[in-house]
């Protein structure tokens, strides 16, 4: 059916939600306030390991205001430990318990090992340093390599320090290496980062009458319950948990934590509701971080410049514990691990080590961001290696575009592309020859300025359940995603959708795409998110999923309205249903516009009842949209840095992007994804570090010593786009809110390295600091 006459989607509408977002009137759990709440500090270890010898609560027990004061063992009731849900498939994974308070010893500072609870939001702070545990310090394991080598064990009942170990190969890699007439090998280095959402998590949980209410800051809501009811041992339909706004997620919200399962469990025992809000302290020590990759990185090239092999050996640094995807991470970027490029042979060899640090998981991009940094800084040092120009050798690798939908060497289908068209583009503003003069005359001057390069694809769209559900790398979910659409008598439409936005827009593109659809005005369009208790089931925002899979679901949703209204008015005004088309904000008569109806009129029928027989009242629909297929994202971004090689400083100077995600619903929606991506990926690559010294102390406990980029440390970025549809979804749309930080990092990383060629220096790895990149200069020289 035909749309409005101007469609909303592809214009670039302002959000629905900002109003309320930027004047102050959106409410977080921080807003929400219960009568006789309890509030909850945690006690947590000072300690990397240790054995717990003692913990003596009554200090903090004496003090006013206090109503307990809970370790972990008054908790063993609990039906087991924190969840691991996702893992690479057909692997062994040594998983060690890890509760929601420790018991017997500590993996990591700031593991959590009591909580206080009372009445006053300071006073249990203050109770919390009365409690004085003692402990038995042991052994930590703090660097991967060492860790993966034996003793000491952060598990010591496992023997091992590794998690797991699993390979990803396509293609006759021994024959790719053999047919290659250069091999390079780096070692590539993907450090650790940090979520550092502007909103640190909170948890308020309610339980009365036999019923729970949480109240939590995560991205996954539906999840949250199901591991709710099961560690607590309620039935699901007794558990509500609503995500209220969420200011920012980024992977870190996109947890199971056991501060969720304590207040739970506490608020059912003391029977008053629990309130807990993480510090910035805390989010820095506890909330699971990303990345942290060391690889051993191998290419293989013919003189001409085709890439025969490539072979990428990963050890992982997973932390302390397997949280709730911590072992899959690594791997989802096996799966593109050949990029944009046509690649005969790609293996993926991926091992998971524990150490005394906070657990890593998802954090934004997920494996993706590795896997393009390391096949874009490994396209540039061979295009160095073989005399060839950077981008010249991407085109002579690039897929063809005639070759999609293609399947790569890891047997993953991209479903299109066209990776020509969008470096093109990017040249259209970026003219390489011209800034090859203008760096000649720079470098005269005694400055070093220098040009980088990353074309990129992802997988995203999370996902089919042949791949994601138990059949593949889950225990029990695949993650299809559901929406349901409700006209009202008056005309106006409510959608529940199972994704939950922390900042991306979802309010506005849903109702933009349902209004086309319905031939209303998005403003009549409410979307309801992040409440279980309302809606159908859900699998949450992550993965860039939400418009192509949550998205379609909803357009699906939205399409069965339409097709039960057209049935309506093609009852009364006798004509055919396939004769009905929406258009010029009716359901009319093809040829016929004068004879229609609003979608109010219809409404107002179908809630009457006065439907064609057979046909049930009311007009809502339901729909769980389960995907045949991933999607996949890709384009071209440039970046220009100077570099003070007498303090090492890098200075962005010009960032220009052009990404390809399908169909756009709103370009303005698009942009803001974007540079929120870039500035990602632009602060892991010179400012961002989780640093833990040789005790397992975390150094960068906070914005003091956690240096994130301001606007100060950012240029204007340029963007531009190409349209390559999927025909993974109607819609022809793809994900973008993480392609800015897939792609970001390898451009900043492949500038630096241009700029500083001139002084010898060749290679040189995240993050790029001042002390980094002086002493990576002070060494090419001293060569």
Known sequence: MSATAEPHVGRPLR?????????????????????????AAFVRSPEAHASIVSIDTSAATARPGIHAVLTGEDMADLAGPLPMAWAPPGVEVNNPPHWPLARGSVKHVGDPVAVVLGEDRYAVVDAAEDVIVAYEPLPVAIDPEQAIAGAPYV?????????????????????????????????????????????????????????????????????????????????????????????????AKLQVYGEEIVACWASRALGRPV????????????????????????MGATRDGQITAYHVKILADLGAYNMLLTPLIPSLGAFVMGGCYKIGAVTTEITGVFTNKCPTDAIRGAGRPEATHMIEVMMDQMARELGIDRLDL??????????????????????????????????????????????????????????GFSTYTEI????????????????????????????????????????????QGLE?????????????????????????????????????????NGGEAVAKATDKVVAKAAKIVAAELEAAPEDIEVSGGKFSVKGSPEKGMT???????AYIGAVPEGMEPGLEETTFNDPENFVFPFGAHACIVDVDTATGKVNVVRYVAVDDCGNPVNPLLIAGQVHGGIAYGIGQALYEHVVYDDDGQLVTGSFVNYALPTAAELPNFELD???????????????????????????????????????????????????????????????
């Open 15 to 39: 959000r629905k939600e900002d109003p309320r977002l930027i004047t102050g009137r959106a409410r977080y759990v921080d807003d929400i306030s219960l009568p006789g709440t309890l509030w």
């Open 155 to 251: 598990h010591p009942e496992l023997g091992t320090n590794q998690v797991h170990s699993w390979t990803l190969a396509g293609g006759d890699l021994e024959a790719g290496f053999a047919a290659a007439d250069v091999t390079i090998q780096r070692r590539v280095i993907n450090h650790r980062i940090a979520g550092a959402p502007i909103e640190p998590r909170g948890v308020l949980a309610d339980y009365r009458a036999g019923a729970l209410t949480l109240h939590t800051s995560t991205q996954v809501p539906h999840f949250v319950r199901l591991f709710v009811a099961l560690l607590l041992g309620l039935s699901e339909e007794k558990v509500r948990v609503i995500a209220p706004e969420v200011g920012g997620g980024f992977g």
């Open 275 to 298: 309130k807990w809000i993480e510090t910035r302290s805390e989010n820095m020590s506890v909330t699971h971080q990303g990345r942290d990759q060391i690889a051993t990185v191998r």
């Open 394 to 451: 991407r085109r002579r690798n690039f897929i063809p575009k005639e070759d999609f939908p293609a399947a790569v060497a890891t047997g993953v289908i991209y479903d299109s592309g066209d990776y020509v068209a969008s470096l093109d583009k990017l040249l259209e503003h970026v003219d390489v020859d011209a800034f090859r003069a203008e760096q000649a005359q720079l470098r005269e001057q005694g400055i070093y300025r220098g040009i």
């Open 460 to 503: 995203c769209g999370l996902a089919p359940s042949r791949i994601t559900g138990p059949a593949g790398v889950g225990v029990g979910a695949g993650l299809w995603e559901s929406a349901m659409v409700r006209v009202h008598n008056t005309g106006a439409v409510t959608v529940y959708t199972g994704t939950s936005p922390h900042g």
């Open 508 to 548: 506005t593109a849903f109702a933009q795409i349902v209004a086309d659809r319905l031939g209303v005005d998005p403003s009549v369009v409410e979307v309801i998110h992040g409440d279980t208790g309302t809606g159908p089931e859900g699998r949450g925002t992550y993965g860039s999923r939400s418009l192509a």
């Open 599 to 605: 979608l109010a009129e219809v409404a107002g029928i």
């Open 721 to 783: 786009h190409t349209i390559t549809p999927s025909p993974s979804n109607s819609m022809g749309v793809k994900g973008v809110g993480e392609a800015g930080t897939i792609a970001a990092t390898p451009a900043v990383t492949n500038a630096v390295i241009d700029a500083l060629a001139p002084l010898g220096v060749d290679y040189i790895n995240m993050p790029l600091t001042p002390m980094r990149v002086w002493r990576t200069i002070q060494e090419a020289q001293a060569r």
